[in-house]
């Protein structure tokens, strides 16, 4: 019985035995086979060496090749050249190129080569974001307040220079982030709905300027026009209001005296409309 009890365990060290050295086997065999990728994935022939760019027009090419080339510089998992376009993750470029570059709208790469080229559309400038607090009337250029582009789903994607009031439609909206560019300024639909009922506005015959977001979903449309007392003249409403509704409300009394002949003969005068009320719509001239 001692025999075969000693016989068994040897047979089960041997076994063991085996397992290990097969084991070891594939693990050097693992790690030859990744430093030997590591060697293929330097082969000169195989790496993306030059950047293209078509589409862009304020963007530099020489800007987006630079930041491409620095991001394939990185190795991968500290072994295989970032370069090399059978390792590149196209999808994890353009992504970064877009965060990189908040002007980027969209980008599509492709390899050709040892090039990578990129067919990308900007954003277009359509509105301004300055800050939380309007300045009085026509101090614009006189602001310290940096203003910023929005394309028009409302992304704030650039600085911009200051220019003359009226130039771009302007938002005043707090913002929590000490970087606005990135950020979005309003819900999407919303903005839509807003761009049509300031048009809408603007065809009733008020000189439309900005829109002011204020805390608790109030909101003042900003005309430009100085008040007597050297204010923007404003038309009050909130945010849980139908624009539509706003809308026909102000109708209702551009054409109706006294409003009509009131503001005719004296438009310095006004100084708010107010249709944050149910079925009415209330203003005021100054005396």
């Given at each position: 019985m001692r025999e075969r009890i000693t016989s068994t365990s040897n047979a089960t060290r041997e076994r063991q035995k085996k397992a290990f050295v097969k084991l070891l086997w594939y693990f050097?065999?693992?790690?030859?086979f990744v430093i030997g990728l590591?060697?293929?994935?330097?082969?000169?022939?195989?790496?993306?060496?030059?950047?293209?760019?078509?589409?862009?027009?304020?963007?530099?090419?020489?800007?987006?090749?630079?930041?491409?080339?620095?991001l394939?510089?990185?190795?991968?998992l500290l072994l295989f050249f970032g370069q090399n376009k059978f390792i590149l993750s196209k999808k994890n470029i353009e992504n970064s190129l877009k965060k990189e570059f908040p002007r980027i709208l969209t980008i599509e790469s492709s390899l050709e080569g040892n090039s990578i080229n990129f067919s990308l559309t900007e954003r277009e400038r359509a509105h301004l974001w300055c800050g939380d607090n309007p300045p009085a009337y026509g101090d614009r250029l006189s602001s310290d307040e940096d203003c910023y582009f929005l394309d028009n789903s409302g992304f704030i994607f650039d600085t911009s220079p200051k220019f003359s009031s009226g130039v771009?439609?302007?938002?005043?909206?707090?913002?929590?982030?000490?970087?606005?560019?990135?950020?979005?300024?309003?819900?999407?639909?919303?903005?839509?709905d807003l761009e049509s009922f300031i048009k809408g506005v603007k065809d009733a015959g008020f000189p439309v300027h900005s829109l002011v977001a204020l805390d608790g979903g109030q909101y003042e449309?900003?005309?430009?026009?100085?008040?007597?007392?050297?204010?923007?003249?404003?038309l009050l409403f909130?945010?849980?209001?139908?624009?539509?509704?706003?809308?026909?409300k102000l109708i209702s009394i551009v054409d109706e005296d006294p409003f009509k002949t009131d503001f005719e003969n004296s438009p310095n005068g006004l100084e708010y409309i107010d249709a944050r009320?149910?079925?009415?719509?209330?203003?005021?001239?100054?005396?």
């Open positions: 050097l065999f693992l790690i030859f590591s060697f293929l994935s330097r082969i000169d022939s195989l790496l993306i060496k030059e950047v293209n760019v078509s589409g862009n027009t304020i963007l530099k090419e020489e800007d987006i090749s630079k930041k491409t080339l620095s394939l510089s990185k190795k991968r771009y439609f302007t938002f005043y909206k707090k913002i929590e982030d000490e970087n606005p560019i990135g950020q979005y300024i309003l819900d999407f639909d919303f903005l839509k449309l900003l005309f430009n026009i100085s008040s007597i007392h050297g204010d923007y003249a404003k909130t945010e849980d209001q139908n624009l539509e509704e706003i809308y026909n009320f149910a079925n009415r719509i209330f203003y005021k001239f100054a005396e």
